[in-house]
């Protein structure tokens, strides 16, 4: 087999003759180049390759998946003779199916190489601008990476996708000292196609550095309120995924979503819009067609506080009777508002700017509580000082039902796009 399109056509083929009815296969092929600063010290360059092959096979309503990293013949071999087996032992579920054919594609976006010197420049230009600008905190480590991935999907009904990618990302995570007293851990990080910038002007990481040096001394949050709470897009990224959960798979087929029977109804305070864009060029860490053989679409989720669609895949669709998405979900955009952030900040005489949660997934009903990390206290709007462990309870469903605002300023993380979100009627308890 010269070429991955004739491996994949070959693994379809072979499934077949061993009797599958309906067979897919999906190839994966990532190398990596990674730049790393340990202890604020430039570490280690090196490249990774990660390879995977996903099949699938499909026998009288029977499913078998197996995933290998091994591409030679025999390795091969042998997982088809296991995914045919799987098939065979598993129970019948007319909900599996691979989807009908499409027109044949091939997807590009990013670079097809890295600029290494570059990678370099700006990682090492990054350490001294940090040790310079907040000579209190202290990074832990830092990564700066460029992925060129191609993903090959066939099924045996006839979809024929290629997609290529090259794409930068870069993560760091950092603490701030001052004798005994640290802050508590944080992290910001960002995907992007081009090094177009210096690395602390993506994403929120400069804003995060330069907080992290106010939290080493904190406070606790007087008393305990019902009341306001901004929501900063680095927080936010967590809501969002628990809202989108009720919207998923697990949720809808078990019945236990908030939003099962809420299609074309109002969920949301009428200035929430949010988006799965995957082929957005607003979005830089994208994809072009999903595991199950579709070619992604953009959606919107919610369109003006109106839930538009479910984050169901083919199988989802298929076992609950319900519209499937033209997407996987992901790459979100949540549209601005029309209020500074400011602004908003000035509107609270008492309330908590939440800058990271720690919980627990929300329960069937919406109620979620957890940990305040990271985050402020405001008073007599302004944002104050920093707070310690301090608790918050509120209900999901409710909580996206009272948003009061919704700020103008959005932070690009290459792989989503958030604002800043004032919300109402959650608890907030000091220690």
């Given at each position: 087999?010269?070429?991955?399109?004739?491996?994949?056509?070959?693994?379809?083929?072979?499934m077949?003759?061993k009797?599958?009815?309906?067979?897919q296969?999906?190839?994966?092929?990532?190398?990596?180049h990674?730049?790393?600063?340990d202890?604020?010290?430039m570490?280690?360059?090196?490249?990774?390759?990660d390879?995977?092959?996903l099949?699938?096979?499909?026998?009288?309503?029977?499913?078998?998946?197996?995933?290998?990293n091994k591409?030679?013949?025999?390795s091969?071999?042998?997982a088809?003779d296991?995914?045919i087996?799987?098939a065979?032992s598993?129970?019948?579920?007319?909900?599996?199916?691979i989807?009908?054919?499409?027109?044949?594609?091939?997807?590009?976006?990013?670079?097809?190489k890295?600029?290494?010197?570059?990678?370099?420049?700006r990682?090492?230009?990054?350490?001294?601008?940090?040790k310079?600008?907040?000579?209190?905190?202290m990074?832990?480590?830092s990564?700066?990476?460029?992925t060129?991935?191609?993903i090959l999907i066939?099924?045996?009904?006839g979809?024929d996708?290629?997609?290529?990618?090259?794409?930068?990302s870069?993560?760091?995570?950092?603490?701030?000292?001052?004798?005994e007293?640290?802050s508590?851990?944080?992290y910001?990080?960002?995907?992007?196609?081009?090094?177009?910038?210096?690395?602390?002007?993506?994403?929120?990481?400069?804003?995060?550095?330069?907080?992290?040096?106010?939290?080493?001394?904190?406070s606790?949050f007087?008393?305990?309120m019902?009341g306001d709470?901004?929501?900063?897009?680095?927080?936010?990224?967590?809501f969002?995924?628990?809202?989108t959960?009720?919207?998923?798979?697990?949720?809808?087929i078990s019945?236990?979503?908030?939003?099962?029977d809420?299609?074309d109804?109002k969920i949301?305070n009428e200035?929430?819009?949010?988006?799965?864009?995957?082929?957005?060029?607003?979005?830089?860490?994208?994809?072009?067609?999903?595991?199950?053989?579709?070619e992604?679409?953009?959606?919107?989720?919610?369109?003006?506080g109106?839930?538009?669609?479910f984050?169901l895949?083919?199988?989802g669709?298929?076992?609950?009777?319900?519209?499937?998405?033209v997407?996987?979900g992901?790459c979100?955009i949540?549209?601005?508002g029309?209020?500074?952030?400011?602004?908003m900040?000035?509107?609270?005489?008492?309330?908590l700017?939440?800058?990271?949660?720690?919980?627990g997934?929300?329960?069937?009903?919406?109620?979620?509580s957890?940990?305040a990390k990271?985050?402020y206290l405001?008073?007599n709007?302004?944002?104050?000082?920093?707070?310690n462990e301090?608790?918050i309870?509120g209900?999901?469903?409710?909580?996206i039902?009272n948003?009061?605002n919704i700020?103008k300023?959005?932070?690009?993380?290459?792989?989503?796009?958030?604002?800043?979100?004032?919300?109402?009627?959650?608890?907030?308890?000091?220690?």
């Amino acid at each position: 087999m010269k070429t991955d399109r004739e491996l994949v056509k070959y693994c379809i083929e072979r499934m077949l003759q061993k009797g599958a009815e309906k067979a897919q296969c999906y190839l994966k092929y990532n190398k990596k180049h990674e730049l790393n600063v340990d202890a604020g010290e430039m570490k280690l360059l090196r490249t990774n390759f990660d390879t995977s092959i996903l099949f699938k096979a499909i026998i009288n309503d029977q499913k078998g998946d197996l995933k290998i990293n091994k591409m030679d013949k025999d390795s091969l071999d042998s997982a088809i003779d296991q995914v045919i087996e799987l098939a065979r032992s598993s129970r019948p579920d007319k909900a599996n199916d691979i989807a009908d054919k499409q027109p044949p594609k091939e997807f590009t976006a990013g670079r097809e190489k890295p600029d290494l010197d570059l990678m370099y420049d700006r990682l090492h230009d990054f350490v001294l601008y940090e040790k310079e600008h907040y000579p209190q905190t202290m990074i832990e480590q830092s990564i700066i990476d460029f992925t060129q991935s191609n993903i090959l999907i066939q099924n045996s009904n006839g979809v024929d996708f290629e997609g290529n990618r090259g794409l930068y990302s870069f993560s760091v995570m950092f603490t701030s000292k001052e004798g005994e007293k640290a802050s508590s851990f944080n992290y910001s990080g960002c995907s992007m196609k081009e090094l177009a910038h210096p690395l602390h002007e993506y994403a929120s990481v400069d804003m995060l550095l330069g907080q992290s040096s106010q939290q080493i001394h904190t406070s606790a949050f007087p008393g305990k309120m019902v009341g306001d709470v901004i929501i900063t897009p680095d927080c936010l990224s967590s809501f969002i995924y628990y809202i989108t959960a009720y919207l998923s798979d697990y949720s809808l087929i078990s019945g236990s979503s908030i939003y099962k029977d809420k299609l074309d109804e109002k969920i949301a305070n009428e200035i929430l819009t949010l988006h799965s864009y995957p082929r957005s060029p607003e979005i830089a860490k994208n994809y072009f067609f999903t595991r199950d053989g579709f070619e992604a679409q953009n959606m919107t989720i919610i369109d003006k506080g109106v839930l538009k669609s479910f984050l169901l895949s083919q199988y989802g669709a298929n076992k609950t009777g319900k519209p499937k998405a033209v997407n996987s979900g992901g790459c979100y955009i949540v549209e601005p508002g029309t209020t500074a952030f400011e602004d908003m900040v000035s509107s609270i005489d008492k309330g908590l700017l939440l800058c990271r949660f720690s919980g627990g997934n929300p329960s069937d009903n919406g109620d979620f509580s957890g940990v305040a990390k990271n985050s402020y206290l405001i008073e007599n709007g302004k944002i104050s000082k920093p707070v310690n462990e301090t608790m918050i309870a509120g209900n999901l469903a409710e909580m996206i039902k009272n948003i009061a605002n919704i700020s103008k300023e959005r932070i690009d993380y290459g792989s989503e796009i958030y604002p800043w979100i004032h919300v109402k009627g959650i608890t907030v308890s000091g220690k």
